[in-house]
């Protein structure tokens, strides 16, 4: 009974975690890849403050073309240093789901775990013996 309970507990969360990144890929798919170019960065304060100072986060302002159009658009998923103007990042953009980096490492680590908990949830679930 434990087993069992335990099986679905491992596939609930497998089917989570592989929901999230079938959600990510989605994102992905119905992208363009489009080189883009960090053209400056934006300073935006953040709520608090560190040692009663404002603290400030730079995000990147990329510009890339898209459908006979220069967008120029700042990227709120990821922060930027001064360094990196005029570097070219590759992005997935799309009018309906906006900037995306792609399918990074931190995605493929969920994407192993999901799929680790599925198979071992149903490995258990399929290995019982039936009782009577």
Not at 32 to 51: H, L, R, T, W
Not at 52 to 81: E, G, H, M, W
């Amino acid at each position: 009974m434990i087993k069992n309970i335990f099986a679905v507990i491992l596939i609930l969360i497998g089917g989570f975690l592989a929901y999230g990144i079938i959600g990510h890929l989605l994102r992905i798919f119905n992208s363009d890849k489009i080189a883009a170019s960090i053209v400056s960065v934006n300073k935006i304060e953040n709520n608090y403050k560190k040692f009663d100072t404002p603290s400030y986060t730079n995000y990147p302002v990329l510009r890339f073309p898209y459908k006979n159009k220069i967008l120029q658009i700042t990227d709120k998923n990821q922060s930027a240093t001064e360094n990196e103007i005029n570097n070219k990042v590759n992005i997935y953009y799309s009018e309906k789901y906006g900037i995306t980096r792609g399918f990074t490492a931190f995605h493929w680590t969920f994407c192993i775990i999901s799929f680790t908990f599925l198979f071992f949830g149903v490995v258990i679930l399929s290995n019982r013996k039936s009782r009577i």
